[in-house]
């Protein structure tokens, strides 16, 4: 069993930036790949970015693309997503995820608890 904790969230400017974790206990990670989704009041859950068991390979959602950068610490039992030029829409419950299917963003049923990102403008 994988427990993940999500941390980083917090209240920031448009325009802003904040670096998202998510740590992994109980077992290893490192054979997993891992994504982070998000939730906003009164919608669905959506995929923001997943990445690959080695790091090698990398996908993003069009809303984020060339502004959020996920990666992982391997050794660390990490995973981060670094978000930049934040806007309003992209205020959310951002949760962390085990084993993620990267070929169709479909996610596992690893969850975090989730941390609160609230983008003002």
């Known amino acids: 069993q994988v427990q993940l904790v999500e941390s980083g969230g917090g209240l920031v400017q448009a325009g802003g930036s904040l670096r998202l974790s998510c740590a992994a206990s109980?077992?290893?990670?490192?054979?997993?790949?891992m994504g982070w989704f998000r939730q906003a009041p009164g919608k669905e859950r959506e995929f923001v970015a997943a990445?690959?068991?080695?790091?090698?390979?990398?996908v993003y959602a069009d809303p984020v693309k060339g502004r959020f950068t996920i990666s992982r610490d391997n050794a660390k039992n990490t995973v981060f997503l670094q978000m930049n030029s934040l806007k309003s829409e992209d205020t959310a419950v951002y949760y962390c995820?085990?084993?993620?299917?990267?070929?169709?963003?479909?996610?596992?049923?690893?969850w975090g608890q989730g941390t609160q990102v609230t983008v003002s403008s």
């Open positions: 995820n085990a084993g993620v299917q990267i070929a169709t963003m479909i996610s596992s049923p690893y």
């Open positions: 990445i690959s068991w080695s790091g090698r390979s990398t």
């Open positions: 109980g077992r290893t990670v490192s054979s997993y790949a």
